[in-house]
T-cell receptor, first 114, second 114 residues
Framework: GNSVTQMEGPVTLSEEAFLTINCTYT??????LFWYVQYPGEGLQLLLK?????DKGSNKGFEATYRKETTSFHLEKGSVQVSDSAVYFC?????????????FGKGTHLIIQP | DGGITQSPKYLFRKEGQNVTLSCEQN?????MYWYRQDPGQGLRLIYY???????QKGDIAEGYSVSREKKESFPLTVTSAQKNPTAFYLC?????????????FGPGTRLTVT
């Protein structure tokens, strides 16, 4: 079956540091890949997505590249801010029609210190 | 503004009682989903529906039931058969049940059963 593995947290960084959150996946076919962010007590918001190999998703300074050869979708940001503190989820959806929901990683809690 | 609403934000129930969580969307999306989130875990799919009057079990459907009588609404009932009902419940929707479409999430309902 499908699965998503992402680095355990919490990850604590200083403001303006470089961020990488690793995400690898196992899936049949050609899934779409997503990063979602969750702020305390709230639902999830889509951060970025990529729907095919070598696509790069980007938003708000965050980037992730769909690497089929390494089955990875690592999230990066060049200079983090305190406001980036949140839980980040990597997710995939199955290819083809009739998608049966997303498969999520366990989430990585990111803490940015001023 | 278009979006997904879930009510209430916090819900308390006694063990042995059924409880229904509301989810409404005005995005004109065909597909809707229910997820459960537990501390330190990713989201797990409970049920999903790709069209009115049709729904499918997800990974952890036991002890839950749903209905999809209207396109806008996808209520979830947590029955007394659910062994560990205390959790954060998230409803989501997407344009259609296809892999490349992202899901939009509601703010969630935190259910506590004592």
């Amino acid at each position: 079956g499908n699965s998503v593995t992402q680095m355990e947290g919490p990850v604590t960084l200083s403001e303006e540091a470089f961020l990488t959150i690793n995400c690898t996946y196992t899936a049949t076919g050609y899934p779409s890949l997503f990063w979602y962010v969750q702020y305390p007590g709230e639902g999830l918001q889509l951060l970025l997505k990529a729907t095919k190999a070598d696509d790069k998703g980007s938003n708000k300074g965050f980037e992730a590249t769909y690497r089929k050869e390494t089955t990875s979708f690592h999230l990066e940001k060049g200079s983090v801010q305190v406001s980036d503190s949140a839980v980040y989820f990597c997710a995939l959806s199955n290819s083809g029609g009739g998608a049966d929901g997303l498969t999520f990683g366990k989430g990585t809690h990111l803490i940015i210190q001023p | 503004d278009g979006g997904i609403t879930q009510s209430p934000k916090y819900l308390f129930r006694k063990e042995g009682q059924n409880v229904t969580l509301s989810c409404e969307q005005n995005l004109n999306h065909d597909a809707m989903y229910w997820y459960r989130q537990d501390p330190g875990q990713g989201l797990r799919l409970i049920y999903y529906s790709q069209i009115v009057n049709d729904f499918q079990k997800g990974d952890i459907a036991e002890g839950y039931s749903v209905s999809r009588e209207k396109k806008e609404s996808f209520p979830l009932t947590v029955t007394s058969a659910q062994k560990n009902p205390t959790a954060f419940y998230l409803c989501a929707s997407s344009i259609a049940g296809l892999a490349l479409y992202e899901q939009y999430f509601g703010p969630g309902t935190r259910l506590t059963v004592t």
